[in-house]
């Protein structure tokens, strides 16, 4: 099945301060979406990029499918950005969706 | 607002019982899926469906089962709880083909 990579698996953050999470995926995909997972579980849908660029608030994404990667960036960070970011692919006929291992932002003040 | 809602936040069974765990979307949505996520392992999926009554294995399907009798629901089953199937348990729907899933909220569940 696909692979879906993500990096760095951990990152600490002063408030302020900006970021960017890659998501790297082994064969083509019909689409990506990017998740934050909030400390209490629940995932909250933050773009939908099978391609190209997405831009919400401090929040955008790239995504390069030929290439097979995603990458999300997080500007001017807040602490209530910490939490974990996952990238999630789907591909074939019946939208499987495979997750990334993720990345654990912690963002400090 | 897409909205998918689990029966649970928490749970604690005993081994042996039989688990019911129940999810809902208001969409109309065609897919439904079960996760499981648990530390180190990121989120696996259990098992999903493509419409009622269909349903297909997903990565890790042993010691579960599923029920989709109605569009809007998808129940997970477990025949008989054990302790290794303490996690939190996530269930996602979705429209069609090559589009956006959404998430409940989430299930911990604690089998002792």
């Known amino acids: 099945g696909i692979q879906v990579e993500q990096s760095p698996p951990d990152l600490i953050l002063q408030e302020g301060a900006n970021s960017t999470l890659r998501c790297n995926f082994s064969?083509?995909?019909?689409?990506l979406q990017w998740f934050h997972q909030n400390p209490w579980g629940q995932l909250i849908n933050l773009f939908y990029?099978?391609?190209g660029t997405k831009q919400n608030g401090r929040l955008s994404a790239t995504t390069v499918a030929t290439e097979r990667y995603s990458l999300l960036y997080i500007s001017s960070s807040q602490t209530t950005d910490s939490g974990v970011y996952f990238c999630a692919v789907s591909s074939g006929g019946y939208q499987k969706v495979t997750f990334g291992t993720g990345t654990k932002l912690q963002v400090i003040p | 607002d897409v909205k998918v809602t689990q029966s649970s936040r928490y749970l604690v069974k005993r081994t042996g019982e039989k688990v019911f765990l129940e999810c809902v979307q208001d969409?109309?949505?065609?897919?439904m899926f079960w996760y499981r996520q648990d530390p180190g392992l990121g989120l696996r999926l259990i098992y999903f469906?493509?419409?009622?009554?269909?349903?297909e294995k997903g990565d890790i399907p042993e010691g579960y089962s599923v029920s989709r009798e109605k569009k809007e629901r998808f129940s997970l089953i477990l025949e008989s709880a054990s302790t290794n199937q303490t996690s939190m348990y996530l269930c996602?729907?979705?429209?069609?083909?090559?589009?956006?899933?959404?998430f409940g909220q989430g299930t911990r569940l604690t089998v002792v």
């Open positions: 996602a729907s979705s429209h069609g083909t090559n589009t956006e899933a959404f």
């Open positions: 469906s493509y419409d009622v009554k269909m349903k």
């Open positions: 064969d083509s995909v019909n689409n």
């Open positions: 990029i099978p391609s």
């Open positions: 969409m109309d949505h065609e897919n």
